[in-house]
């Protein structure tokens, strides 16, 4: 007896740690595949609860009623299924793990148990998102290799055309709000930047995951303009401790410049050196 409750204690905390697999479902209007308001607010809260995880892949897959042709069906299925998938790239998801988008027509009246036919049919007309954590999670502990910081590479000699990667300074999925590890990194960069008072440089805001080099979509003002935000959130901080504004430019690169890595090393900001000026000038 003794034995079993160890055994059962063993499972119980087992499943603790077990990431098990996570599904979503975003249900369209009839013979419609844009997605409702409602639903769509309801994905973006489903995916800033999914950001977190160390996904293996996802599926989706769409769904009809039972009216209209097969032929039909299968079609405006397919299309639910690529408009989820698009709602995915747009909020900076990698589509390197969405492994299936397929729409697989009408889903028979009688595998659901519910009398109301327009209920049902309300019910069939979707698009099953599911999740798959990996299992147990992977360890993604990197060990730093040892360089200059970009605090040191700012204060050294540097000339028009330089571009320079600030490193740690890294971005909320589909926001352009900091991680609260890279606030510290970004406070120091700004101490050096109001002393290089003899450069002039660009700030170029990028993102990640994004279909045909396009912008990805800023979930606070829902505006496709998140690479441009990001840089003028730097901008910001840097003229509130005190760099000039008149030595700043903010753009946006949108997935022009994938780095073709970890897909949160392309939320990021470089700067490009415009102009350097007589170091006699530095204070």
């Known amino acids: 007896m003794k034995n079993l409750i160890c055994i059962l204690c063993f499972l119980s905390g087992f499943n603790i740690t077990v990431q098990a697999q996570l599904t979503h479902v975003v249900y369209f209007e009839t013979d419609q595949f844009e997605v409702?308001?409602?639903?769509?607010?309801?994905?973006?809260?489903?995916?800033?609860?999914?950001?977190g995880l160390d996904i293996q892949k996802i599926s989706i897959y769409g769904f009809t009623d039972d009216r209209g042709?097969?032929?039909?069906?299968?079609?405006?299925?397919?299309?639910?299924?690529?408009?989820?998938?698009?709602?995915?790239?747009n909020n900076e998801f990698d589509e390197t793990i969405i492994t299936n988008v397929d729409g697989k027509g009408e889903i028979l009246i009688k595998l659901i148990k519910e009398e109301d036919l327009n209920k049902i049919r309300g019910l069939n007309r979707k698009v099953e998102i599911i999740i798959?954590?990996?299992?147990?999670?992977?360890?993604?502990?990197?060990?730093p290799e040892k360089k200059n910081t970009t605090e040191s590479i700012l204060d050294e000699n540097l000339k028009a055309g330089d571009k320079i990667l600030l490193e740690n300074i890294l971005f909320?999925?589909?926001?352009?709000?900091?991680?609260?590890?890279?606030?510290?990194?970004?406070?120091?960069?700004?101490?050096?930047?109001?002393?290089?008072?003899d450069i002039y440089f660009t700030i170029q805001g990028h993102v990640c995951c994004t279909q045909n080099s396009r912008d990805?979509?800023?979930?606070?003002?829902?505006?496709?303009?998140?690479s441009l935000a990001r840089a003028k959130y730097i901008y910001d901080y840097l003229a509130k401790k005190g760099v000039d504004k008149r030595r700043m430019k903010y753009v946006g690169m949108r997935r022009k410049f994938p780095l073709?890595?970890?897909?949160k090393f392309d939320r990021r900001v470089e700067i490009l050196i415009t102009y350097v000026g007589e170091t006699t000038q530095r204070n």
Request: proline content about 7%; overall charge negative; aromatic content about 6%.
């Open 132 to 143: 798959q954590p990996y299992n147990p999670p992977r360890d993604l502990t990197v060990i």
């Open 260 to 263: 073709g890595g970890e897909p």
């Open 216 to 226: 990805a979509i800023d979930r606070k003002t829902k505006q496709r303009n998140l």
């Open 69 to 89: 042709s097969d032929s039909y069906n299968l079609v405006l299925s397919q299309e639910r299924a690529d408009a989820i998938k698009t709602i995915f790239s």
């Open 36 to 51: 409702p308001e409602t639903e769509h607010n309801r994905l973006l809260m489903f995916l800033s609860e999914i950001e």
């Open 172 to 197: 909320k999925t589909g926001y352009s709000t900091l991680l609260p590890e890279s606030k510290k990194t970004l406070e120091d960069i700004a101490t050096v930047l109001v002393d290089r008072k």
